[in-house]
C-alpha cells in the first residue's frame, strides 16, 4: 500500500510539471527516418507509404489525434495530395516550419492543412498567397488569373474566404483596374462560368456594374433568341440603377436587346418583367409611355403566358407577384381568364381550384402592395356571374364581410356610344366617356361635358373597301397596331370635352367590354387576334364572327372560346375608375 501511494504522487506531480507542447516546434527532422518512430503511415493513391510519428503528427493535427487515438487507426489515405505534399507536410510538422512552398504546390497544401486543421500551416498558406496577391503584375491576365482561381478553388473546396478576400481587395484598387484588364477578358468565356463565379466578379466589380453590361450585350449580340442561365444569374443579382444614370445609351442598348427577344419563357418573360419595372428606361420601353397618351394598367400585358402555369397556385403566384397586376380588378381577371382556359369541361374548374387559395392570395395583395378591395358593382356586371365553373367564388366574394369588396372606392362607366365589331377594331376612332362632379371641391363652368377620351388605334386593312368589315383585317404585324390609350393633353380634346389631368390618371382605370348590354367581360391582357382562315377575330373570351352568330364553329373544342359573337354584336367599353379627390363618376 507504501509503494503504491508513492507511485501515486509521482505520478500527480509528474503530470502537473509536464510542459504543454505548442506547435509549431522542432520536434527533430532526424526522427522522419527512424523505425521504432514511425508507427503511422500516410498511404498514397498508388499505395505508396510515407511513414510519420503519430504523436508528432496529432500534436499538430486535432483530426489525426482523434483518428490515432480514438480509432486507433495506423495509417491514413492520402489519395487527394500528391507525394511531394505529403512529404513537405509531414517534414513541417517535424521541423514548425513550410519551406518548400511554392506556386505549384500552395493549393494542394492549403488543402492539406484545412482538411487535417493544422493551423499554423494554414496561416503559413495565407502569407504565402498574400505575398502573391502583393507583388501581382496587374497587367498580366495569367498572373491575375492564378490568384482568382487559387483563391476560387478554396472558397469552393473548404469553404475559406480569406483567400478571395485579398483578391478582391488588390482587384478593386485603382492600380489594378479589374473592370478594364481582368473581368472583360475572365466573361470572355461567359456561358463556361459558373454561378459561384459570377457571384464573386459581382462583388468584384462594384459600382463598375457597367463592365457586366458590356459582357451581357456582347452575348445577347451573339446568342439573340433567349436569356441562357448566367444572363438570368446576372440581370437577377445586380442592381444596374447605377448605371441607368452614369451608362445610360450603355444600359439602354441591353434594354433593347433584352426586348428584341421575340418568344420569351415563362420564367424569361417573369424576369424582364421584373427588371422592367427597377428601371424607368425599361418601363418606358414595356409601357410606351408618350407624352400625349397613357396605356391603361390592364391592358395587353402578355397575359397569355398564363397557360403555362399548370397548378392553381402557381397561377395565383405569378398573378399577386407580378408587377404588372396592379390592382385586385386585374387579379380576378387573371385568375378567371386561367379558370376559363383550363376548366376540365363546360361546368367544372381546375382540380386544383380553392376559393380560398384565391381569398387568401387576394387579402396578401391587399396588405402588401395596397390594392384596394375589389369593387361590388364590377362583380355585379361581371361575366363570371354565369360561369358555373368558378364554383361558388363570386358567391364568396359579393357576401364577404372581412373588407375585400367595397361598394364606394370604384364606379362603372360606360362609353357614350356602342360600336360593332368592325366600327371597333378596324377603325381608328376615340372613345368618350363623360364625368360628373358632385363636389364642391370641383367645379368646372365652361360650356361642354368633363371627360376623357381613350384612343383606339385600328388594325390596318388590306383594301380600300369602305366597309372595313373583319375580312380585311391583317393576319401578321397588324394585330400589333390594335392599341387604346388615354388621352392626357388638353389640347388634343375638342371644345366641349374638358379634361382633367388632376382628376383622370390612366392607372385609376380598368377596361373592360361589355357585349350586348348583358355582361362585362374581361380583356385583361390580350391583344385582339384573328385565326389564319381570316373568319373570325376574337378578344379575350368572345369570338367576333364574320358570319354565324351564336354557332360554334365545326373541329372547335367546347372550351376554346366562351362566346360566338357575329357582326350584329354591340361593344359597348366600359371603365371602372377611381376618381382622384372627392369626384364622382
Same mark, same amino acid.
Given at each position: 500500500?507504501?509503494?503504491?501511494?508513492?507511485?501515486?504522487?509521482?505520478?500527480?506531480?509528474?503530470?502537473?510539471?509536464?510542459?504543454?507542447?505548442?506547435?509549431?516546434?522542432?520536434?527533430?527532422?532526424?526522427?522522419?527516418?527512424?523505425?521504432?518512430?514511425?508507427?503511422?503511415?500516410?498511404?498514397?493513391?498508388?499505395?505508396?507509404?510515407?511513414?510519420?510519428?503519430?504523436?508528432? #503528427?496529432?500534436?499538430?493535427?486535432?483530426?489525426?489525434?482523434?483518428?490515432?487515438?480514438?480509432?486507433?487507426?495506423?495509417?491514413?489515405?492520402?489519395?487527394?495530395?500528391? !507525394?511531394?505534399?505529403?512529404?513537405?507536410?509531414?517534414?513541417?510538422?517535424?521541423?514548425?516550419?513550410?519551406?518548400?512552398?511554392?506556386?505549384?504546390?500552395?493549393?494542394?497544401?492549403?488543402?492539406?492543412?484545412?482538411?487535417?486543421?493544422?493551423?499554423?500551416?494554414?496561416?503559413?498558406?495565407?502569407?504565402?498567397?498574400?505575398?502573391?496577391?502583393?507583388?501581382?503584375?496587374?497587367?498580366?491576365?495569367?498572373?491575375?488569373?492564378?490568384?482568382?482561381?487559387?483563391?476560387?478553388?478554396?472558397?469552393?473546396?473548404?469553404?475559406?474566404?480569406?483567400?478571395?478576400?485579398?483578391?478582391?481587395?488588390?482587384?478593386?484598387?485603382?492600380?489594378?483596374?479589374?473592370?478594364?484588364?481582368?473581368?472583360?477578358?475572365?466573361?470572355?468565356?461567359?456561358?463556361?462560368?459558373?454561378?459561384?463565379?459570377?457571384?464573386?466578379?459581382?462583388?468584384?466589380?462594384?459600382?463598375?456594374?457597367?463592365?457586366? #453590361?458590356?459582357?451581357?450585350?456582347?452575348?445577347?449580340?451573339?446568342?439573340?433568341?433567349?436569356?441562357?442561365?448566367?444572363?438570368?444569374?446576372?440581370?437577377?443579382?445586380?442592381?444596374?440603377?447605377?448605371?441607368?444614370?452614369?451608362?445610360?445609351?450603355?444600359?439602354?442598348?441591353?434594354?433593347?436587346?433584352?426586348?428584341?427577344?421575340?418568344?420569351?419563357?415563362?420564367?424569361?418573360?417573369?424576369?424582364?418583367?421584373?427588371?422592367?419595372?427597377?428601371?424607368?428606361?425599361?418601363?418606358?420601353?414595356?409601357?410606351?409611355?408618350?407624352?400625349?397618351?397613357?396605356?391603361?394598367?390592364?391592358?395587353?400585358?402578355?397575359?397569355?403566358?398564363?397557360?403555362?402555369?399548370?397548378?392553381?397556385?402557381?397561377?395565383?403566384?405569378?398573378?399577386?407577384?407580378?408587377?404588372? #397586376?396592379?390592382?385586385?380588378?386585374?387579379?380576378?381577371?387573371?385568375?378567371?381568364?386561367?379558370?376559363?382556359?383550363?376548366?376540365?369541361?363546360?361546368?367544372?374548374?381546375?382540380?386544383?381550384?380553392?376559393?380560398?387559395?384565391?381569398?387568401?392570395?387576394?387579402?396578401?395583395?391587399?396588405?402588401?402592395?395596397?390594392?384596394?378591395?375589389?369593387?361590388?358593382?364590377?362583380?355585379?356586371?361581371?361575366?363570371?356571374?354565369?360561369?358555373?365553373?368558378?364554383?361558388?367564388?363570386?358567391?364568396?366574394?359579393?357576401?364577404?364581410?372581412?373588407?375585400?369588396?367595397?361598394?364606394?372606392?370604384?364606379?362603372?362607366?360606360?362609353?357614350?356610344?356602342?360600336?360593332?365589331?368592325?366600327?371597333?377594331?378596324?377603325?381608328?376612332?376615340?372613345?368618350?366617356?363623360?364625368?360628373?362632379?358632385?363636389?364642391?371641391?370641383?367645379?368646372?363652368?365652361?360650356?361642354?361635358?368633363?371627360?376623357?377620351?381613350?384612343?383606339?388605334?385600328?388594325?390596318?386593312?388590306?383594301?380600300?373597301?369602305?366597309?372595313?368589315?373583319?375580312?380585311?383585317?391583317?393576319?401578321?404585324?397588324?394585330?400589333?397596331?390594335?392599341?387604346?390609350?388615354?388621352?392626357?393633353?388638353?389640347?388634343?380634346?375638342?371644345?366641349?370635352?374638358?379634361?382633367?389631368?388632376?382628376?383622370?390618371?390612366?392607372?385609376?382605370?380598368?377596361?373592360?367590354?361589355?357585349?350586348?348590354? !348583358?355582361?362585362?367581360?374581361?380583356?385583361?391582357?390580350?391583344?385582339?387576334?384573328?385565326?389564319?382562315?381570316?373568319?373570325?377575330?376574337?378578344?379575350?373570351?368572345?369570338?367576333?364572327? !364574320?358570319?354565324?352568330?351564336?354557332?360554334?364553329?365545326?373541329?372547335?373544342?367546347?372550351?376554346?372560346?366562351?362566346?360566338?359573337?357575329?357582326?350584329?354584336?354591340?361593344?359597348?367599353?366600359?371603365?371602372?375608375? !377611381?376618381?382622384?379627390?372627392?369626384?364622382?363618376?
Amino acid at each position: 500500500q507504501h509503494y503504491k501511494s508513492i507511485t501515486f504522487i509521482e505520478e500527480v506531480e509528474f503530470k502537473t510539471m509536464a510542459p504543454k507542447v505548442q506547435v509549431p516546434m522542432d520536434f527533430g527532422v532526424k526522427y522522419l527516418r527512424s523505425p521504432s518512430h514511425s508507427n503511422l503511415k500516410f498511404r498514397l493513391q498508388d499505395g505508396e507509404e510515407i511513414p510519420a510519428n503519430s504523436v508528432i #503528427i496529432s500534436y499538430n493535427s486535432p483530426v489525426i489525434d482523434s483518428l490515432t487515438t480514438d480509432l486507433l487507426q495506423t495509417s491514413i489515405d492520402v489519395d487527394d495530395f500528391g !507525394k511531394e505534399v505529403v512529404q513537405d507536410f509531414v517534414t513541417s510538422c517535424y521541423s514548425g516550419e513550410l519551406k518548400n512552398i511554392s506556386k505549384d504546390t500552395l493549393r494542394e497544401m492549403n488543402k492539406m492543412s484545412n482538411v487535417f486543421e493544422v493551423v499554423w500551416i494554414a496561416d503559413r498558406c495565407v502569407e504565402f498567397f498574400k505575398t502573391l496577391v502583393d507583388e501581382l503584375n496587374t497587367k498580366s491576365y495569367e498572373d491575375q488569373l492564378y490568384v482568382f482561381e487559387e483563391a476560387m478553388y478554396m472558397l469552393l473546396t473548404v469553404k475559406k474566404k480569406h483567400f478571395m478576400k485579398l483578391v478582391i481587395e488588390k482587384f478593386s484598387t485603382e492600380v489594378a483596374k479589374c473592370d478594364r484588364f481582368f473581368v472583360p477578358q475572365y466573361l470572355s468565356d461567359f456561358s463556361s462560368r459558373s454561378t459561384k463565379q459570377l457571384s464573386v466578379i459581382i462583388e468584384m466589380v462594384q459600382k463598375q456594374k457597367h463592365v457586366l #453590361i458590356e459582357v451581357l450585350i456582347e452575348h445577347f449580340e451573339q446568342n439573340p433568341s433567349k436569356i441562357d442561365a448566367n444572363c438570368r444569374f446576372l440581370l437577377k443579382n445586380v442592381s444596374f440603377s447605377v448605371c441607368n444614370n452614369t451608362h445610360k445609351p450603355l444600359y439602354q442598348k441591353l434594354i433593347d436587346n433584352i426586348a428584341a427577344i421575340d418568344s420569351p419563357s415563362k420564367e424569361d418573360f417573369t424576369l424582364m418583367v421584373e427588371l422592367f419595372r427597377r428601371s424607368d428606361v425599361t418601363l418606358s420601353t414595356l409601357q410606351h409611355h408618350e407624352s400625349e397618351a397613357s396605356r391603361l394598367p390592364n391592358l395587353f400585358l402578355g397575359s397569355q403566358l398564363i397557360q403555362n402555369y399548370e397548378s392553381f397556385q402557381e397561377i395565383l403566384d405569378f398573378l399577386l407577384n407580378s408587377p404588372l #397586376i396592379t390592382n385586385s380588378h386585374i387579379f380576378l381577371d387573371g385568375v378567371y381568364s386561367w379558370l376559363f382556359q383550363f376548366r376540365k369541361d363546360k361546368i367544372s374548374p381546375h382540380e386544383t381550384f380553392q376559393i380560398e387559395s384565391f381569398t387568401e392570395k387576394l387579402r396578401v395583395g391587399m396588405l402588401s402592395r395596397g390594392w384596394h378591395p375589389l369593387s361590388l358593382v364590377y362583380l355585379k356586371h361581371f361575366i363570371g356571374n354565369q360561369s358555373i365553373f368558378l364554383g361558388k367564388l363570386m358567391e364568396t366574394l359579393k357576401n364577404d364581410t372581412t373588407g375585400l369588396t367595397d361598394d364606394a372606392v370604384y364606379e362603372r362607366l360606360c362609353s357614350v356610344s356602342d360600336y360593332s365589331p368592325s366600327e371597333f377594331f378596324v377603325k381608328d376612332h376615340d372613345i368618350i366617356f363623360n364625368v360628373k362632379a358632385q363636389s364642391s371641391n370641383f367645379c368646372c363652368e365652361r360650356i361642354g361635358n368633363c371627360g376623357f377620351i381613350l384612343r383606339v388605334t385600328s388594325f390596318e386593312v388590306t383594301s380600300e373597301d369602305e366597309n372595313n368589315s373583319l375580312s380585311n383585317v391583317q393576319n401578321n404585324q397588324s394585330e400589333n397596331l390594335f392599341n387604346i390609350k388615354l388621352i392626357v393633353n388638353p389640347e388634343l380634346y375638342p371644345i366641349d370635352l374638358h379634361f382633367h389631368g388632376e382628376l383622370v390618371s390612366a392607372a385609376n382605370m380598368h377596361f373592360c367590354i361589355d357585349v350586348n348590354e !348583358k355582361y362585362d367581360y374581361p380583356v385583361t391582357g390580350y391583344k385582339p387576334c384573328q385565326d389564319r382562315t381570316n373568319s373570325y377575330l376574337y378578344w379575350g373570351i368572345n369570338q367576333f364572327r !364574320k358570319k354565324g352568330a351564336g354557332i360554334q364553329p365545326k373541329n372547335v373544342q367546347f372550351h376554346k372560346w366562351g362566346f360566338y359573337l357575329g357582326e350584329e354584336a354591340r361593344i359597348r367599353p366600359v371603365v371602372y375608375y !377611381k376618381m382622384e379627390r372627392n369626384c364622382t363618376l
